[in-house]
Antibody, heavy 119, light 108 residues
Framework: QVQLVQSGAEVKKPGASVKVSCKAS????????MHWVRQAPGQGLEWMGR????????NYAQKFQGRVTMTRDTSISTAYMELSRLRSDDTAVYYC????????????WGQGTLVTVSS | EIVMTQSPATLSVSPGERATLSCRAS??????LAWYQQKPGQAPRLLIY???TRATGIPARFSGSGSGTEFTLTISSLQSEDFAVYYC??????????FGPGTKVDIK
């Protein structure tokens, strides 16, 4: 069965960077795009971008351009999302989610990783 | 960027009653619209894609309709496990993928 297992919670200071991992299993990792979506406390869902695990190609939301980097390691079926120059309003749960047939909606989601930015 | 809006923000419904949730897109998204359910502390769960197709394992009491800019999610008879937040998401014109702000369905 498809599983996406994310790394654990992080606490970071403003200005630092965070790198969240998402280990995939139960399917061919390189066959499906991986999206990253975040959710601030009590707020809605916000798309950050996606990566093509086969080519490494990425698309980022304009809001995060220059601060986000999505990468992957196909040898261990893991996708990564790194966000730099963290601010307090980056405090959120970050989810990875597997695209369905490259259409843009997601059946499979990771459990989420809470990133807290606080001085 | 396509802006998604949802109404109402909160819907209070008694168990067994029908719930109707609305989603509107700022421009046509054809039928490329998905609905997700999210419970506290959990990841979103896909309910509907293609505006009206239920995802695998989703009960028949959930139904979606609409096309273009106006969409509806109907829960025919609310069960206790259906009290949650519901998000719509367009995937017609992206990036970026965009979500609505959500509708919270709570117990009346």
């Amino acid at each position: 069965q498809v599983q996406l297992v994310q790394s654990g919670a992080e606490v970071k200071k403003p200005g630092a960077s965070v790198k969240v991992s998402c280990k995939a299993s139960g399917y061919t990792f390189t066959g499906y795009y991986m999206h990253w979506v975040r959710q601030a406390p009590g707020q809605g869902l916000e798309w950050m971008g996606r990566i093509n695990p086969n080519s490494g190609g990425t698309n980022y939301a304009q809001k995060f351009q220059g601060r986000v980097t999505m990468t992957r390691d196909t040898s261990i079926s893991t996708a990564y999302m790194e966000l730099s120059r963290l601010r307090s309003d980056d405090t959120a749960v970050y989810y990875c989610a597997r695209d369905h047939e490259d259409l843009g909606y997601c059946i499979w989601w990771g459990q989420g990783t809470l990133v807290t930015v606080s001085s | 960027e396509i802006v998604m809006t949802q109404s109402p923000a909160t819907l209070s419904v008694s168990p067994g009653e029908r719930a109707t949730l609305s989603c509107r897109a700022s421009q046509s998204v054809s039928s490329n619209l998905a609905w997700y359910q999210q419970k506290p502390g959990q990841a979103p769960r896909l309910l509907i894609y293609g505006a009206s197709t239920r995802a695998t394992g989703i009960p028949a009491r959930f139904s979606g309709s609409g096309s273009g800019t106006e969409f509806t999610l109907t829960i025919s008879s609310l069960q206790s496990e259906d009290f949650a937040v519901y998000y719509c998401q367009q995937y017609n014109n992206w990036p970026p993928l965009t979500f609505g702000p959500g509708t919270k369905v709570d117990i009346k």
